[in-house]
């Protein structure tokens, strides 16, 4: 059962004799006067006052996940002629509204032409928000900040909310910001206003989080403000009403021991000095739930990573109320699926510390650690060593451990400095296949020339050298590399031969073989016949038939942002790096179709690293 927080409490005062309850001004460090935001309490409904609603400036926070989207003018489909026009043209339907243009990285006004309302109902919360495919991200942020005409049907703001709702989980706060900065006039969408205050939960804004719970919680009618406006008295020192619509909500059956244990805590300013206090478990955390047990001083428990979504993850990655270990774990996580800078990373990789023992012996200490500790403790050693063929004996443990984790990407990206450092001699050409790899992971070409120059030299004279060649070209050649330019599909053959003999062949050659003919080439039949030796079936997940059909019918008639859903749908949470090899191949083939053909590049780049290539 939801009751408003006002009329509760206006029942409460009868009983104890209490009149109103007083909540302080609060304060925010970018305001100059503390402002006024105690809800008046009435027999009847208060009357809306039109200055009741704050401003609506996104969260700063200190920690940027994403580079700031740029132009965050309103995109608004024109009824004039065609075009874009960058002003409000009379009342419009907010699910109209976007930051992104086809002349900043969106996909156009027309994207939904020929698509049905409902089709964009069903595939667009199915969107796989904690993918760790940059790729995959990429193209899921700016079919949802896109401003584009959408088909007649649905409830109107419900898919501007869900597109918000979405990018806040992606943990894409600046697209939270652009997408609520375009609506048209002020919003009274309860679902935005939901997504915004998570949002500022999540950055550390809490100030202006309680600022607009203190202002809707007249009109919100529902638990959640009411925990919200809770919360907010409790941090401001108002403990005994804070205590009172507690023990209401309690009463009410609401359910939240978590939420009821640091609210008793906050509410007495006594407990906040005593012993730490234990949350048992927190497997799925609210933006709420990390805002409060951050205030309160309380110790994440280790479930707490339970939680797969980007945003959360950040949030857990950067609360200082967390165990180091918990927060590589989340930092890692956060980081693979775009929403926590690499440099965030790279400082939080610098901060733990370790024992002398560990840091005498490295290489050797780091298998006892877990994932993101070695790779930690790898970091500090290539941060200390001074000699070459150290620092790429730890790069390379580093990389190995992270490629059997699947994280390649990510630790090639957090451990570029270093990588950029080791010098590039003869006696370090064992190095170089490893050196190419991860700097062509994270397109970083010039980098990677010398060490490529470096291994076409030793493969004159040495033969695993020249295997080692052989086994790269493909990669090289996918990625756009200029020194494999000349590489022709002729070569493929020479680079089964290779690697046929080595583990998981099979399925590296499927995996390869399947991205070359989605981009066009051919592939021998001499290798797929080679190829059948083995299983007939695989283990893996395929998308059911509907979005089969509508996915070749999408890409055929340029249904831009209907190809782009099913296709994100399709390859699911894993991506085209754990997609089977078919799967993908269908997905890249219909993107190329509608004109994506630098988007598939990079995810074909992502399939054949992810497979050991």
Partial sequence: MNVSHAKCLLGAAVVVGATAIALPSLSDAQETKPLDLRPPLRLEPPAAHPSAKPARPMPQSPVSPIEPVQAPQTVMPSNLG????????????????????????????????????????????????????????????????????????????????????LLSAMGEFG????????????????????????????????????????????????????????????????????????????????????????????????????????????????????????????????????????????????????????????????????????????????????????????????????????????????????????????????????RVGGRYASTARAFLPQLSRVQVTKDLAWFAPEAIRAFLISRRYADAKPWFDLLEESAVHEPEMAKALKALMPVARLSGFQGAEDWEMAGLTDWWLSVKDTPGARDKAATLAAALMALGEYVPEDIWADLLAGTSHTGLMAPHASHWCLLAGASSNGRVGETVLLSLVSLGDGGPARADPIVTHHVLRALRNVGLDREVRAMVLEAVVAAGL
């Avoid at 960058?86 to 994207?111: C, K, Y």
Wanted: charged share 20%.
């Fill in 175 to 402: 697209g939270v910001k652009a997408l609520l900065d375009a609506i048209p006039g002020e919003s009274s969408n309860p679902d935005l206003m939901r997504v915004e205050v998570d949002t500022r939960f999540l950055t550390g804004d809490v100030a202006r989080a309680c600022q607009m719970a203190n202002a809707y919680i007249q009109e919100r009618q529902s638990t959640y403000w009411q925990k919200a406006f809770i919360f907010c008295q409790a941090m401001e020192g108002e403990g005994n009403a804070a205590l009172l619509g507690m023990s209401l909500l309690e009463e009410l059956g609401v359910e939240d021991q978590v939420f009821f244990q640091l609210i008793e805590r906050l509410a007495s300013s006594e407990s906040l000095s005593s012993e730490t206090p234990t949350i048992v478990s927190l497997a799925d955390p609210t933006p709420l739930h990390l805002a409060l047990a951050r205030v309160a001083k309380a110790k994440l428990p280790v479930d707490v990573i339970s939680s797969n979504r980007p945003g959360v993850l950040r949030a857990i990655a950067i609360s200082p109320n967390a165990s180091p270990e918990l927060r590589l774990e989340a930092a890692e996580r956060a980081e693979v699926a775009g929403a926590l800078p690499v440099d965030a990373l790279r400082q939080l990789y610098a901060s733990i510390t370790f024992t002398d023992e560990q840091l005498k012996s490295p290489l050797t200490q780091a298998g006892q650690l877990s994932g993101p500790m070695s790779r930690a403790l790898l970091y500090r050693a290539t941060l200390m060593q001074t000699v070459g063929a150290a620092q790429a004996e730890a790069l390379t443990q580093a990389l190995s451990i992270a």
């Fill in 82 to 165: 065609g075009g874009v026009q960058a002003e409000m043209l009379g009342v419009i339907n907010p699910d109209v509204a976007g930051a992104l243009s086809i002349a900043n990285g969106g996909f156009g006004t027309d994207m939904w032409s020929g698509t049905r309302r409902d089709v964009i109902d069903q595939l667009m919360p199915q969107v796989p928000v904690t993918t760790a495919s940059p790729a995959m991200r990429d193209l899921m942020r700016r079919v949802l900040l896109t401003g584009a005409e959408v088909p007649e049907g649905g409830e109107p703001g419900s898919l501007i909310s869900l597109r918000a709702g």
